[in-house]
Nanobody, 117 residues
Framework: VQLQASGGGLAQAGDSLALSCAAL?????MGWFRQAPGKDREFVGS????????FYAESVRGRFTLSRDTANDTVYLQMTDLKPEDTAIYYC??????????????WGRGTLVTVSS
């Protein structure tokens, strides 16, 4: 499975940004993790294979929304009301996503999101 992520960049607090990730080579659950400078990797959210089930970390619930184009195996992460603490490298993941261990079967290259205050 290959993952192609896009989006991210610079934003100010309160702004919105969107990330997208296309999975080539299979249909699985998809999601995002992130890692801020000097911090451990953190689960952000996941969406089921059919796109009907979502699960979010408490830190982003209500501000971030996952959606999925099942025909193209593409997941979208809409981030609103961004905060400086959302600054991190965001990683798209596919497959079995384990929240407690912050692991997943397949990882994409990270995309940087920087939020200034």
């Amino acid at each position: 499975v290959q993952l192609q992520a896009s989006g991210g960049g610079l934003a100010q607090a309160g702004d919105s940004l969107a990330l997208s990730c296309a999975a080539l080579g299979g249909t699985h659950a998809m999601g995002w993790f992130r890692q801020a400078p000097g911090k451990d990797r953190e689960f952000v959210g996941s969406i089921s294979r059919n796109g009907r089930g979502t699960f979010y970390a408490e830190s982003v619930r209500g501000r971030f929304t996952l959606s999925r184009d099942t025909a193209n195996d593409t997941v979208y992460l809409q981030m609103t009301d961004l905060k400086p603490e959302d600054t991190a490298i965001y990683y798209c993941v596919v497959g079995r996503i384990a929240v407690r261990t912050n692991t997943a079967d397949y990882w994409g290259r990270g995309t940087l999101v920087t939020v200034s205050s």
